[in-house]
């Protein structure tokens, strides 16, 4: 991302895991969404100006071992060689290259009242690494009981999940898929402003 002068001001975020989530939904025999949640995971958040100003560097890890679809089975097969591989690969790392308030280019007089962003980043599943773009809306910010400072974000994406190794193809009997390709990727994030 962009690199900070010495005369800036910077800040760094992490998440809070008791107020963001993680959540994937992929479609089950293409008649229905099925959702996911990657329980344990964090991000980091460097910044530079005032509040949540422009960010400098931006790094997500989710935890593989900690995803959960609410059926034991079921998560353990996600978990295994015919998706995820923990075992060899317990890491989802997202590293962004780019977050871009929209509005701004070029700038418009209603640019300053856009909450809306585009985030680019080098996502790595399964020891595959690929360019993905993501959208989402900043929440604002606030102060909390504990009087930190925090800054909310939501954020939007879908991918392949054959381009990053997941390649399980599972036919029903009557020749149905019963997993998608295409999955999507939602986060709901707070972040805390570190002292």
């Excluded at 107020?19 to 293409?30: D, G, T, V």
């Excluded at 060899?88 to 070029?106: A, R, S, T, Y």
């Excluded at 392949?160 to 036919?171: A, C, D, M, N, V």
């Amino acid at each position: 991302m962009n690199i900070i002068s010495q005369n800036e001001s910077h800040s760094h975020w992490e998440i809070d895991p008791f107020h963001s989530e993680l959540i994937f939904k992929i479609q089950h025999l293409m008649i229905s969404t099925l959702s996911g949640h990657l329980k344990t995971f964090s991000v980091n958040v460097q910044t530079s100006g005032n509040d949540f100003g422009q960010v400098t560097d931006l790094l997500v890890t989710a935890d593989v071992n900690s995803l959960t679809t609410g059926h034991g089975s079921r998560d353990e097969h996600l978990k295994s060689k015919d998706f995820f591989d923990a075992e060899i690969h317990p890491q989802i790392n997202f590293d962004g290259i780019l977050f871009e308030k929209q509005g701004m280019n070029p700038p418009s007089h209603l640019s300053a009242y856009r909450r809306d962003f585009k985030l680019q980043g080098k996502l790595t599943i399964k020891g595959i690494s690929k360019l993905i773009l993501l959208e989402g809306e900043f929440g604002g910010m606030s102060v909390g009981l504990d009087e930190k400072k925090r800054a909310g974000f939501t954020v939007r994406g879908k991918i392949s999940r054959e381009e990053f190794g997941l390649t399980w193809k599972g036919l029903t009997t009557a020749g149905k898929m019963v997993v998608s390709d295409e999955v999507n990727i939602l986060g709901n994030l707070q972040l805390i402003k570190k002292p």
